[in-house]
């Protein structure tokens, strides 16, 4: 077992005909919490999807290794199995499904090991006492009739139960109010409680950061890493922009 989870060199993305992905170069180790940040339209969200094996994108070049292992020609479902999460920015609703035991079924899938409902119920009740959610939401059916924030809230409930190697959260601070943006950053806090388990922050809002130790910052630019550095590097795209990166 290396210290490095994800490994991404020379990443080259297209969607449809379109290349989104020029020139992509980010290494994260175990424990690490990485943060991406860039101008909209950068490829941020796309990385995040390619990184997790989004049918809608096609890798035209580059490498990506998880765990030492070629991520290229895995399916999506065997990169979750691996232990890779990814926070969508607009969860989906889905019908007919609770959040319990959607969890749940994930969870099973994930580790081939059957997980009884009783135990599963009590701690899913404390991860939700942790997040400030009413246990009533793990009854809900998932996402449906749900807020934005209370979405996003359902994404790191996921995240705190799968318990993942690296957790990919792309912009799940967007849209949100500032008591949810505290709650949210509470749930991040807690799942780095795991010193093994890594972060890819994807956001545009340093808040969301500030309880956190933050290893290296990486900004995109129309499709190409431009810069890495360490979190002094977010303090200049506050006072500078983005634009100062793309003119370096």
């Known amino acids: 077992m290396t210290d490095q989870i994800l490994n991404i060199k020379n990443l080259k993305a297209n969607a449809g005909d379109k290349e989104i992905l020029h020139d992509v170069n980010i290494e994260i180790n175990r424990g690490e919490v990485h943060v991406i940040m860039g101008p909209n339209g950068a490829g941020k969200s796309t990385l995040a999807g390619v990184i997790m094996g989004n049918p809608a994108f096609e890798v035209t070049g580059g490498d990506m290794e998880f765990d030492g292992e070629k991520l ?3 399916s999506v479902s065997d990169r979750a ?3 890779i999460f990814l926070s969508f920015q607009n969860p989906y609703e889905v019908p007919g499904i609770t959040l319990e035991n959607f969890i749940r079924s994930a969870l099973e899938n994930r580790t081939g090991q059957k997980v009884k409902a009783w135990d599963f119920h009590k701690e899913i009740k404390k991860v939700l006492n942790t997040l400030q959610m009413d246990e009533s939401y793990a009854g809900r059916d998932l996402n449906v009739a749900f807020s934005g924030g209370e979405k996003k809230k359902a994404e790191i409930l996921q995240m705190l139960m799968l318990k993942p190697s690296l957790a990919i959260l792309d912009e799940t601070d967007s849209g949100l109010d500032v008591d ?3 709650t949210v950053s509470k749930g991040i806090e807690e799942f780095k409680k795991d010193k093994s388990a890594s972060l890819l922050i ?5 808040a969301i950061l500030d309880a956190l130790d933050v290893d ?3 900004i995109l630019a129309d499709g190409e890493t431009v810069a890495t550095g360490d979190k002094k590097l977010i303090d200049k795209v506050e006072t500078d922009g983005f634009a100062a990166f793309k003119e370096a």
């Not at 994807?202 to 340093?206: G, P, Q, S, V």
């Open 202 to 206: 994807i956001t545009h809002n340093a």
């Open 72 to 74: 290229n020609e895995l």
């Open 180 to 182: 949810a943006v505290k």
């Open 81 to 83: 199995k691996k232990g």
């Open 216 to 218: 290296k910052v990486h």
